[in-house]
């Protein structure tokens, strides 16, 4: 068991790593207290003010302090 810290809107959240996908990432944020919906669209913040959709079924490969953003999907702002 290999256990990975990410951060998701501000929240810590410790998931089972090295590798999931990003309805895993978003049930495991819920579990453990965020307040976000599954159906939300999930982003992971990348360097240089990017950032990448992750779909639910897409695979992501966690690394400690990787930080995710999850917003429902008719946030258009």
Same mark, same amino acid.
């Given at each position: &068991?290999? &256990?990975?810290?990410?951060?998701?809107?501000?929240? /810590?959240?410790?998931?089972? %790593?090295?590798?999931? @996908? %990003?309805? /895993?990432?978003?049930?495991?944020?819920?579990? /453990? %207290?965020?307040?976000? /919906?599954?159906?939300?669209?999930? =982003?992971?913040? &990348? =360097?240089?003010?990017?950032?990448?959709?992750? %779909?639910? @079924?897409?695979?992501?490969?966690?690394?400690?302090?990787?930080?995710?953003?999850?917003?429902? *999907? *008719? *946030?258009?702002?």
């Amino acid at each position: &068991l290999h &256990l990975v810290d990410i951060v998701v809107n501000k929240h /810590q959240v410790r998931i089972q %790593g090295p590798r999931t @996908t %990003g309805l /895993q990432i978003k049930e495991a944020a819920i579990a /453990q %207290g965020v307040k976000i /919906q599954i159906s939300f669209q999930l =982003s992971e913040k &990348l =360097s240089d003010h990017k950032t990448k959709v992750i %779909g639910n @079924t897409d695979p992501v490969a966690l690394h400690e302090g990787a930080v995710f953003v999850a917003v429902a *999907d *008719d *946030d258009n702002s």
